[in-house]
């Protein structure tokens, strides 16, 4: 089955840190540019980073630049996204994304095609 | 950075009729850079939409995206009860990418 499990979410201190996982399964993650996503209660979809297949490149929201840091590791099939020096406004739904590669006319379009269910980080 | 600017926020419309949503842009944007999505309560998004045209996978032809620029927007025709959501358009094309703040669909 395809899918995207996060997992890592909890409750935690202003200034702690934890590091969520992001187990993907039923395709060939190396291949595809990865998203994380989040959402706070009641709220609307915020955008936090990007990275791509082989995670050489990666950019980041202003909100969580030098803060958070997502990594991956292809060989495990997982996406990692290590929260630092976390804040209240942090809390939040954080979801990982997977980017499908669609060609429009030479251009590789990369929308988030499939979502994991979200893990919730809760600071306080 | 771009700015997606949605509106209007709420949305109340009857089922069977339709309901145009929009997505405007601070900045040029090239269309194949522009998708919506589709949240449901309690419920992670779907991809409806990418490349501001093109329905993803699986989903009705209810729903069509079209635009240019700037001015986006997603019409939902004959709507279907299943359909009353929150819809968010996201440009992925420039970094940082971005979410628009979201319309919210609902039964009149």
């Known amino acids: 089955e395809v899918e995207l499990v996060e997992s890592g979410g909890g409750l935690v201190q202003p200034g702690g840190s934890l590091r969520l996982s992001c187990a993907a399964s039923?395709?060939?993650?190396?291949?595809?540019?990865m998203y994380w996503v989040r959402q706070a209660p009641g709220k609307g979809l915020v955008w936090i980073s990007r990275?791509?297949?082989?995670?050489?490149?990666?950019d980041y929201a202003d909100s969580v630049r030098g803060r958070f840091t997502v990594s991956r590791d292809n060989a495990k099939k997982t996406l990692y996204l290590q929260l630092n020096s976390l804040r209240g406004d942090d809390t939040a739904l954080y979801y990982c994304?997977?980017?499908?590669?669609?060609?429009?006319?030479?251009?590789?379009?990369?929308?988030?095609?499939?979502w994991g269910r979200g893990s919730l980080v809760t600071v306080s | 950075d771009i700015v997606l600017t949605q509106s209007p926020g709420s949305l109340s419309v009857s089922p069977g009729d339709s309901a145009t949503l929009s997505c405007r842009s601070s900045?040029?944007?090239?269309?194949?850079?522009l998708a919506w999505y589709q949240q449901k309560p309690g419920q992670a998004p779907t991809l409806l939409i990418y490349?501001?045209?093109t329905r993803a996978t699986g989903i009705p032809d209810r729903f069509s995206g079209s635009g240019s620029g700037t001015d986006f927007t997603l019409t939902i025709s004959r709507l279907e009860p299943e359909d009353f959501a929150v819809y968010y358009c996201?440009?992925?094309?420039?970094?940082?990418?971005?979410f628009g703040q979201g319309t919210k669909l609902e039964i009149k």
């Open positions: 994304g997977r980017a499908g590669m669609f060609t429009l006319g030479g251009v590789i379009a990369t929308p988030i095609d499939l």
């Open positions: 039923g395709f060939t993650f190396s291949r595809h540019f």
């Open positions: 990275i791509d297949g082989d995670g050489t490149t990666i």
């Open positions: 900045q040029f944007l090239s269309s194949s850079y």
């Open positions: 490349g501001a045209s």
């Open positions: 996201q440009q992925y094309g420039s970094s940082p990418n971005s």
